[in-house]
């Protein structure tokens, strides 16, 4: 019972982070450690995103 809670909790974990955009940061600092580089701050990160939306805006249908 409590690994199928553990499983559960996972999944829902899992969900939250790619869904808030948080798998996405933890990846970057995963690269930058694998290739020796010092990663930027998490606010400098966040802000070349935005900024590289806000470039290539993506048109979306409803």
């Known amino acids: 019972m409590t690994a199928a809670l553990t499983r559960a ?3 829902v974990r899992w969900y939250l982070k790619e869904f808030t955009g948080e798998a996405r940061w933890d990846d970057y600092v995963a690269h930058c ?3 020796g580089h010092t990663p930027m701050s ?3 990160f966040e802000r070349a995103r935005t ?3 806000e470039k ?3 048109s ?3």
């Open 56 to 58: 290539n805006p993506i």
């Open 42 to 44: 998490r606010y400098e």
């Open 51 to 53: 900024d590289a939306a």
């Open 9 to 11: 909790w996972e999944g």
């Open 60 to 62: 979306r249908c409803c």
């Open 33 to 35: 450690t694998e290739h």
